[in-house]
C-alpha cells in the first residue's frame, strides 16, 4: 500500500514515536512543521538572503531546547533522501539556536536511520529513540574523556596481553568504529578483559549501560560472579531470585532467549537505544538465527568474545563484526599462552583408548562363544545382534564396553594428592542414557565411595541448577570428583581443578572439540589451592573415540550444515502446496494453502527487528496480493517473505513440526505420489502412537487417536480430514515421548582394548628433548646423592674445592649426559647461576629463577603499571623481551634497529617520548646486568 508523506506521518511514525513515549500533540515535546529561518548566501561582500525550512518533527528535551530532527518521507521513497536534508536542518537549527547540534533522525515508515553527525556515520535503527536515551547520549557526548591517557585498572586485567586487548578495543572505539571481535583461549580471561573495559568506558564517560548476552544460565550466573567480584560499586541486573526486567541498573547479564523475549513485548521495556554497549559471549554460537534480533534491536556499539581459533571462525561472524580481511580486533591462542614463560594455560597429554568392540563392532564374529550362550539364555537372536563400533551408545549399549572405559580412566587418570582418588574429572557422553548407564558403573565397581564419586551434570535436572546444587558441589567441594556431561560442561565453565578430561563420545566440530579442551587448560590460583588439587602442572585427556587422530586429517571437522528454521520450512511448504494447486488447477487445496499462508503472516511479532526491517516487503501483500494467485506471487513469497518467518519463537514447535508432516502428506497425495506419501503416513502414525494416554489432554483424543491408525481413515483423507488432524493432535503433540531407552538394544558382554597409547599432543611437545635431559640428570644427582662425599658435603652445607667441582663434574658426565656449567645455564636458562648452584637446586636445597621467567616477570610487571601505553607501544616492548630473551643482552643503538623498525620507522624514537624512553632503557640495563 502506497501511502502520502501525510498518511506515512500519521498512520506509520506517529505510532512509532508514541512507542518511544513522545507524544506528537504535546508541542512541549515535539514541535511539528518547525520553520527555520537561515542563510542562503554568507559571502562577506555580498548582501545576505534569509530563506525558510520546515522540519516536520523537532524533538525537544526536558529544557524545551532542540535535541533531534526527524524528516519524514512518504513510503514509496527510499528513507535515505531525507539524509543530507535532515543534516541541514539540524546545522541551521544549531546556529540559530547557538546551542549543540541535535541528532538527525529521517524515515519512511518503513526504514528510519539515526546520525550523530558529531561523532558516527549514519545507521539504521529498529525503534526511536526516547526522551532519556537521547538526553544520556547527549551527556556522554558532552562528558566523555580521552581514552588514550584513561588507565585500566590492574587488579582486573592485568596481564600484557589482556591490555594489548583492552586497548585494541579502545583505539577502534576512538577510530569511531563500532563492532570489535576478541578472539582469546578458553581460560585467558576474557570476561575480565571485559569486565576492565567496562571499568574503562565507564570511567570516561563513553558508556553508561552494558548488556551482557550469554547463552546459558551457568554461563550468566559465573558471568555475573566475575563482575561482582571486579566490579562491586557497579549495580547488576539480575540480583538473586530477580526476574523482572528494571531499568535502574548498569550492567545487565542474561541469556539470548530471556532478553528476545524482553524485547519482543508487545510493549518493550527497554527503548532500542537503551544499552550502550553489547558484550556477547561466545559470539559464534549466540548471535545467530532469531538471536541476531537482540544486536539489530538495539543500537549500541558491539563486542564479540569467543575461543573458537581465528583459522576456524565462521566467515558470517567476522562479517557480523565489520572484521577487515577477516582480522579480528585483537586474537590471543591456546598456543601463545602455554608457551608464554610462565606460561597462562596448563598443556595436556593424551591418552588414546580404543576396545574391540568400537573398531571391530559388535556381531557373531566379535563376540566370544560364553557370551553367545549367555545371549541366548537372555532370549537374544544371535543373528540379529550386528553392530557397527560407531552405532555404540546410539542403537546399542554395551554395560562392558563402558565399563573397560571406566575402569582403564581409574587406573590412567590424574589423581589427587593421595595418588589414589581421581582428580577432578569431566566424562563427555553421547547421551543422557549413556551418562545414567556410565554412573552406574562407577557406583557397582567402586561401591567404597557410597555413590559420591560421580554424578550425572545435565541442564535438563532440576537438582543441578543454583547454590547447593550439583554443579556447585563438583565445582566447590571434594566431591563428587567425576562430572558425567551430556552437552551442559562441553563448554564454558570454568573450574582450575579440572585434570582430566574423557572423550566418552566422538566430536566433529572443530570449535566445539577446542572448547571442550578449554575445560581444562585454566592453571590454578597459588592463593586459592582447594585441598583436592594443590598441584597441576598438565592436565590428561583420555580419548575414546579417536577425536585427536580426526582433527589431525580434518583440521575444521565436519562443517554443520546451516539450519532452515521450521516456521520458515512450513511457509515455503504451504507456498509449495499453492504451486502445485496451481498447476493441478485444484482451487480447495489452493484457498486451503493461502488461508494458511495469511494465517502465519498474522503470527509475525509486530515487534521483532526482523519484521520491522521487513516492513516493507510485508507492506505489499495485503488481501489485494492474494487475489489470482500465480507463479510470480509464489516465488515471491518463497524468495522473500519466507525468511521474515524465522522471527517466529514463542510458539509450538512440536504442533508446527505435526503440522508440516500433515502438510507433506498433503502435497504427495495431490502429486499422486502413492508411495511417498504411504511412508510418512506410516511415520506419521508411529510419532501419534508415543502420545502418553495417560495425560488427560491425551486421552481426550483416544478415539480420534485410533481412529488415525486405521487403514481405512487415510483412504478417503481428503484435505478437510487432514485439517482436522492438525485442529485435533498439533497441540497435544508437545507430550509426545521421545524416549530411547525402549529403542537401544541393551547387551553386557565383556569388551577388551585393542589400543592404549599416549600420542604427542599439545603446543609443547616438542620440549621433551630438553625434559628427558634434565630428568636423566636429576635422577643420577638424586641417587649419587646418597654415597658421593663431594655430593654429601654440600648437602650438608660445607664448602667445596674447585678441584672438587671438577672431579663432580667428571663423576656425572660418566652417569648422565654430558655435564658442564656452560651446558647447565642453557638446560636450565640461567645465565649467571654456577655449577654448584645448579646441583644444590636438583637437591633441593637452593631455588632457581631461570632467566626467561626473570625477564618475563619483569615485563609483565612493567607493562602492568605502565598500561596507558597504547597496543603498538605493548608490541614494542614484547618485541623488546623477546630480543632480550634470545641475545641475552641490549645496547641503546639497538632499539633504532631491526627488528624495532617494523614497528615504527624509527624505532623506539618514533613510539616514546624521552622520558619514557629513558625509563625503559634504565628498566632493560637493570635487567641484563
Given at each position: 500500500?502506497?501511502?502520502?508523506?501525510?498518511?506515512?506521518?500519521?498512520?506509520?511514525?506517529?505510532?512509532?514515536?508514541?512507542?518511544?513515549?513522545?507524544?506528537?500533540?504535546?508541542?512541549?515535546?515535539?514541535?511539528?512543521?518547525?520553520?527555520?529561518?537561515?542563510?542562503?548566501?554568507?559571502?562577506?561582500?555580498?548582501?545576505?538572503?534569509?530563506?525558510?525550512?520546515?522540519?516536520?518533527?523537532?524533538?525537544?528535551?526536558?529544557?524545551?531546547?532542540?535535541?533531534?530532527?526527524?524528516?519524514?518521507?512518504?513510503?514509496?521513497?527510499?528513507?535515505?533522501?531525507?539524509?543530507?536534508?535532515?543534516?541541514?536542518?539540524?546545522?541551521?537549527?544549531?546556529?540559530?539556536?547557538?546551542?549543540?547540534?541535535?541528532?538527525?533522525?529521517?524515515?519512511?515508515?518503513?526504514?528510519?536511520?539515526?546520525?550523530?553527525?558529531?561523532?558516527?556515520?549514519?545507521?539504521?535503527?529498529?525503534?526511536?529513540?526516547?526522551?532519556?536515551?537521547?538526553?544520556?547520549?547527549?551527556?556522554?557526548?558532552?562528558?566523555?574523556?580521552?581514552?588514550?591517557?584513561?588507565?585500566?585498572?590492574?587488579?582486573?586485567?592485568?596481564?600484557?596481553?589482556?591490555?594489548?586487548?583492552?586497548?585494541?578495543?579502545?583505539?577502534?572505539?576512538?577510530?569511531?568504529?563500532?563492532?570489535?571481535?576478541?578472539?582469546?583461549?578458553?581460560?585467558?580471561?576474557?570476561?575480565?578483559?571485559?569486565?576492565?573495559?567496562?571499568?574503562?568506558?565507564?570511567?570516561?564517560?563513553?558508556?553508561?549501560?552494558?548488556?551482557?548476552?550469554?547463552?546459558?544460565?551457568?554461563?550468566?550466573?559465573?558471568?555475573?560472579?566475575?563482575?561482582?567480584?571486579?566490579?562491586?560499586?557497579?549495580?547488576?541486573?539480575?540480583?538473586?531470585?530477580?526476574?523482572?526486567?528494571?531499568?535502574?541498573?548498569?550492567?545487565?547479564?542474561?541469556?539470548?532467549?530471556?532478553?528476545?523475549?524482553?524485547?519482543?513485548?508487545?510493549?518493550?521495556?527497554?527503548?532500542?537505544?537503551?544499552?550502550?554497549?553489547?558484550?556477547?559471549?561466545?559470539?559464534?554460537?549466540?548471535?545467530?538465527?532469531?538471536?541476531?534480533?537482540?544486536?539489530?534491536?538495539?543500537?549500541?556499539?558491539?563486542?564479540?568474545?569467543?575461543?573458537?581459533?581465528?583459522?576456524?571462525?565462521?566467515?558470517?561472524?567476522?562479517?557480523?563484526?565489520?572484521?577487515?580481511?577477516?582480522?579480528?580486533?585483537?586474537?590471543?591462542?591456546?598456543?601463545?599462552?602455554?608457551?608464554?614463560i610462565p606460561p597462562y594455560l596448563s598443556d595436556f597429554k593424551v591418552l588414546k583408548l580404543k576396545t574391540h568392540f568400537q573398531l571391530e563392532g559388535i556381531n557373531r564374529n566379535t563376540?566370544?562363544?560364553?557370551?553367545?550362550?549367555?545371549?541366548?539364555?537372555?532370549?537374544?537372536?544371535?543373528?540379529?545382534?550386528?553392530?557397527?563400533?560407531?552405532?555404540?551408545?546410539?542403537?546399542?549399549?554395551?554395560?562392558?564396553?563402558?565399563?573397560?572405559?571406566?575402569?582403564?580412566?581409574?587406573?590412567?587418570?590424574?589423581?589427587?594428592?593421595?595418588?589414589?582418588?581421581?582428580?577432578?574429572?569431566?566424562?563427555?557422553?553421547?547421551?543422557?542414557?549413556?551418562?545414567?548407564?556410565?554412573?552406574?558403573?562407577?557406583?557397582k565397581l567402586y561401591p567404597e565411595y557410597k555413590g559420591s564419586l560421580a554424578e550425572v551434570i545435565v541442564s535438563e535436572d532440576s537438582r543441578v541448577h543454583g547454590k547447593g546444587g550439583?554443579?556447585?558441589?563438583?565445582?566447590?567441594?571434594?566431591?563428587?570428583?567425576?562430572?558425567?556431561?551430556?552437552?551442559?560442561?562441553?563448554?564454558?565453565?570454568?573450574?582450575?581443578?579440572?585434570?582430566?578430561?574423557?572423550?566418552?563420545?566422538?566430536?566433529?566440530?572443530?570449535?566445539?572439540?577446542?572448547?571442550?579442551?578449554?575445560?581444562?587448560?585454566?592453571?590454578?590460583?597459588?592463593?586459592?589451592?582447594?585441598?583436592?588439587?594443590?598441584?597441576?602442572?598438565?592436565?590428561?585427556?583420555?580419548?575414546?573415540?579417536?577425536?585427536?587422530?580426526?582433527?589431525?586429517?580434518?583440521?575444521?571437522?565436519?562443517?554443520?550444515?546451516?539450519?532452515?528454521?521450521?516456521?520458515?520450512?512450513?511457509?515455503?511448504?504451504?507456498?509449495?502446496?499453492?504451486?502445485?494447486?496451481?498447476?493441478?488447477?485444484?482451487?480447495?487445496?489452493?484457498?486451503?494453502?493461502?488461508?494458511?499462508?495469511?494465517?502465519?503472516?498474522?503470527?509475525?511479532?509486530?515487534?521483532?527487528?526482523?519484521?520491522?526491517?521487513?516492513?516493507?516487503?510485508?507492506?505489499?501483500?495485503?488481501?489485494?496480493?492474494?487475489?489470482?494467485?500465480?507463479?510470480?506471487?509464489?516465488?515471491?513469497?518463497?524468495?522473500?517473505?519466507?525468511?521474515?518467518?524465522?522471527?517466529?519463537?514463542?510458539?509450538?514447535?512440536?504442533?508446527?513440526?505435526?503440522?508440516?508432516?500433515?502438510?507433506?502428506?498433503?502435497?504427495?497425495?495431490?502429486?499422486?505420489?502413492?508411495?511417498?506419501?504411504?511412508?510418512?503416513?506410516?511415520?506419521?502414525?508411529?510419532?501419534?502412537?508415543?502420545?502418553?494416554?495417560?495425560?488427560?489432554?491425551?486421552?481426550?483424543?483416544?478415539?480420534?487417536?485410533?481412529?488415525?491408525?486405521?487403514?481405512?481413515?487415510?483412504?478417503?483423507?481428503?484435505?478437510?480430514?487432514?485439517?482436522?488432524?492438525?485442529?485435533?493432535?498439533?497441540?497435544?503433540?508437545?507430550?509426545?515421548?521421545?524416549?530411547?531407552?525402549?529403542?537401544?538394544?541393551?547387551?553386557?558382554?565383556?569388551?577388551?582394548?585393542?589400543?592404549?597409547?599416549?600420542?604427542?599432543?599439545?603446543?609443547?611437545?616438542?620440549?621433551?628433548?630438553?625434559?628427558?635431559?634434565?630428568?636423566?640428570?636429576?635422577?643420577?644427582?638424586?641417587?649419587?646423592?646418597?654415597?658421593?662425599?663431594?655430593?654429601?658435603?654440600?648437602?650438608?652445607?660445607?664448602?667445596?674445592?674447585?678441584?672438587?667441582?671438577?672431579?663432580?663434574?667428571?663423576?656425572?658426565?660418566?652417569?648422565?649426559?654430558?655435564?658442564?656449567?656452560?651446558?647447565?645455564?642453557?638446560?636450565?636458562?640461567?645465565?649467571?647461576?654456577?655449577?654448584?648452584?645448579?646441583?644444590?637446586?636438583?637437591?633441593?636445597?637452593?631455588?632457581?629463577?631461570?632467566?626467561?621467567?626473570?625477564?618475563?616477570?619483569?615485563?609483565?610487571?612493567?607493562?602492568?603499571?605502565?598500561?596507558?601505553?597504547?597496543?603498538?607501544?605493548?608490541?614494542?616492548?614484547?618485541?623488546?623481551?623477546?630480543?632480550?630473551?634470545?641475545?641475552?643482552?641490549?645496547?641503546?643503538?639497538?632499539?633504532?634497529?631491526?627488528?624495532?623498525?617494523?614497528?615504527?620507522?624509527?624505532?623506539?624514537?618514533?613510539?616514546?617520548?624521552?622520558?619514557?624512553?629513558?625509563?625503559?632503557?634504565?628498566?632493560?640495563?637493570?635487567?641484563?646486568?
Amino acid at each position: 500500500m502506497l501511502r502520502t508523506e501525510k498518511l506515512t506521518r500519521k498512520e506509520l511514525i506517529d505510532i512509532h514515536l508514541k512507542k518511544a513515549g513522545w507524544d506528537v500533540n504535546d508541542s512541549t515535546q515535539i514541535a511539528q512543521e518547525y520553520g527555520i529561518a537561515y542563510k542562503k548566501n554568507i559571502a562577506a561582500e555580498e548582501q545576505a538572503v534569509y530563506g525558510n525550512q520546515f522540519c516536520d518533527y523537532l524533538l525537544l528535551g526536558r529544557d524545551r531546547k532542540p535535541i533531534a530532527v526527524l524528516e519524514a518521507k512518504k513510503t514509496s521513497k527510499d528513507a535515505q533522501l531525507g539524509k543530507e536534508q535532515a543534516r541541514q536542518y539540524a546545522v541551521n537549527i544549531q546556529k540559530e539556536t547557538k546551542g549543540i547540534v541535535p541528532f538527525v533522525l529521517y524515515s519512511n515508515g518503513h526504514e528510519t536511520y539515526f546520525w550523530d553527525t558529531e561523532n558516527y556515520p549514519p545507521r539504521r535503527i529498529f525503534g526511536l529513540p526516547t526522551l532519556n536515551d537521547l538526553e544520556r547520549l547527549q551527556n556522554l557526548n558532552e562528558s566523555k574523556k580521552p581514552l588514550s591517557v584513561e588507565l585500566i585498572n590492574p587488579k582486573i586485567a592485568g596481564r600484557p596481553y589482556q591490555i594489548k586487548a583492552i586497548r585494541a578495543v579502545m583505539e577502534a572505539i576512538e577510530q569511531k568504529k563500532r563492532k570489535f571481535l576478541l578472539v582469546m583461549a578458553t581460560g585467558t580471561g576474557k570476561t575480565r578483559v571485559c569486565a576492565a573495559l567496562i571499568d574503562t568506558l565507564m570511567r570516561a564517560d563513553w558508556c553508561n549501560r552494558v548488556l551482557f548476552l550469554v547463552d546459558r544460565i551457568a554461563l550468566q550466573d559465573q558471568a555475573l560472579d566475575t563482575f561482582r567480584e571486579h566490579l562491586p560499586n557497579i549495580p547488576l541486573w539480575p540480583k538473586a531470585g530477580e526476574t523482572r526486567i528494571t531499568t535502574d541498573r548498569r550492567i545487565y547479564v542474561t541469556t539470548c532467549p530471556s532478553m528476545l523475549n524482553i524485547i519482543e513485548q508487545e510493549t518493550p521495556e527497554l527503548s532500542s537505544h537503551f544499552f550502550d554497549l553489547i558484550v556477547i559471549d561466545e559470539s559464534h554460537r549466540s548471535i545467530y538465527n532469531i538471536y541476531q534480533n537482540i544486536i539489530n534491536y538495539f543500537d549500541a556499539i558491539t563486542l564479540g568474545l569467543t575461543a573458537t581459533p581465528t583459522d576456524v571462525i565462521d566467515h558470517n561472524t567476522f562479517h557480523l563484526f565489520d572484521c577487515e580481511n577477516e582480522l579480528p580486533t585483537f586474537a590471543y591462542s591456546y598456543e601463545e599462552a602455554v608457551s608464554n614463560i610462565p606460561p597462562y594455560l596448563s598443556d595436556f597429554k593424551v591418552l588414546k583408548l580404543k576396545t574391540h568392540f568400537q573398531l571391530e563392532g559388535i556381531n557373531r564374529n566379535t563376540i566370544t562363544v560364553d557370551d553367545q550362550k549367555k545371549l541366548l539364555l537372555e532370549g537374544k537372536e544371535i543373528e540379529e545382534i550386528n553392530f557397527e563400533g560407531k552405532e555404540l551408545e546410539k542403537t546399542v549399549t554395551n554395560v562392558g564396553t563402558n565399563a573397560l572405559i571406566v575402569k582403564e580412566f581409574m587406573e590412567e587418570c590424574i589423581k589427587d594428592e593421595n595418588g589414589v582418588v581421581p582428580g577432578k574429572t569431566i566424562f563427555f557422553c553421547i547421551s543422557i542414557s549413556h551418562a545414567r548407564e556410565i554412573q552406574k558403573i562407577f557406583d557397582k565397581l567402586y561401591p567404597e565411595y557410597k555413590g559420591s564419586l560421580a554424578e550425572v551434570i545435565v541442564s535438563e535436572d532440576s537438582r543441578v541448577h543454583g547454590k547447593g546444587g550439583l554443579l556447585d558441589q563438583f565445582v566447590n567441594n571434594d566431591m563428587p570428583r567425576i562430572a558425567i556431561s551430556v552437552d551442559m560442561l562441553d563448554t564454558g565453565i570454568d573450574i582450575r581443578e579440572l585434570v582430566n578430561l574423557v572423550f566418552a563420545k566422538p566430536v566433529f566440530s572443530y570449535t566445539k572439540f577446542w572448547q571442550m579442551i578449554g575445560r581444562g587448560t585454566r592453571l590454578l590460583e597459588k592463593d586459592k589451592l582447594k585441598n583436592w588439587c594443590r598441584f597441576k602442572d598438565h592436565f590428561l585427556i583420555i580419548d575414546c573415540w579417536n577425536n585427536i587422530e580426526y582433527f589431525k586429517i580434518s583440521p575444521k571437522g565436519k562443517e554443520a550444515a546451516q539450519q532452515i528454521p521450521l516456521p520458515v520450512r512450513l511457509f515455503r511448504l504451504y507456498v509449495e502446496k499453492a504451486r502445485v494447486s496451481l498447476q493441478i488447477q485444484n482451487s480447495d487445496a489452493l484457498h486451503n494453502a493461502i488461508y494458511q499462508l495469511k494465517k502465519l503472516i498474522n503470527l509475525l511479532p509486530s515487534d521483532s527487528v526482523i519484521v520491522k526491517e521487513n516492513s516493507g516487503i510485508l507492506s505489499t501483500i495485503k488481501d489485494e496480493y492474494w487475489d489470482n494467485c500465480n507463479a510470480d506471487k509464489c516465488d515471491y513469497l518463497d524468495i522473500k517473505v519466507s525468511p521474515i518467518l524465522r522471527s517466529l519463537s514463542g510458539v509450538d514447535f512440536k504442533a508446527m513440526r505435526f503440522e508440516k508432516d500433515i502438510l507433506e502428506i498433503s502435497i504427495a497425495r495431490l502429486l499422486n505420489e502413492t508411495d511417498k506419501s504411504e511412508v510418512l503416513i506410516e511415520a506419521l502414525k508411529e510419532r501419534i502412537e508415543e502420545l502418553p494416554l495417560n495425560v488427560l489432554a491425551v486421552n481426550k483424543e483416544l478415539n480420534y487417536i485410533e481412529k488415525i491408525q486405521k487403514n481405512t481413515f487415510w483412504i478417503e483423507a481428503t484435505e478437510e480430514r487432514l485439517n482436522e488432524i492438525v485442529e485435533h493432535l498439533a497441540p497435544i503433540m508437545k507430550y509426545q515421548q521421545e524416549n530411547n531407552w525402549g529403542k537401544q538394544i541393551r547387551l553386557d558382554i565383556k569388551d577388551r582394548l585393542l589400543i592404549k597409547e599416549f600420542i604427542e599432543f599439545g603446543p609443547q611437545h616438542e620440549r621433551i628433548s630438553t625434559a628427558k635431559y634434565k630428568e636423566i640428570l636429576e635422577q643420577s644427582v638424586r641417587e649419587l646423592a646418597e654415597s658421593n662425599s663431594i655430593l654429601q658435603k654440600i648437602k650438608n652445607g660445607k664448602k667445596i674445592t674447585e678441584n672438587e667441582i671438577h672431579e663432580l663434574e667428571k663423576i656425572l658426565s660418566e652417569h648422565a649426559p654430558y655435564v658442564t656449567e656452560e651446558l647447565l645455564k642453557k638446560v636450565y636458562d640461567n645465565r649467571k647461576a654456577s655449577f654448584i648452584r645448579f646441583i644444590k637446586y636438583i637437591l633441593k636445597i637452593e631455588n632457581l629463577e631461570t632467566f626467561t621467567d626473570e625477564v618475563s616477570i619483569a615485563f609483565n610487571n612493567f607493562i602492568s603499571t605502565h598500561n596507558n601505553y597504547t597496543e603498538q607501544q605493548i608490541r614494542f616492548l614484547e618485541l623488546l623481551q623477546s630480543f632480550i630473551l634470545e641475545k641475552g643482552s641490549i645496547e641503546k643503538r639497538d632499539l633504532v634497529d631491526v627488528p624495532f623498525t617494523h614497528i615504527h620507522s624509527q624505532g623506539i624514537l618514533g613510539l616514546f617520548n624521552p622520558k619514557e624512553i629513558n625509563e625503559i632503557v634504565l628498566f632493560t640495563k637493570k635487567l641484563v646486568a
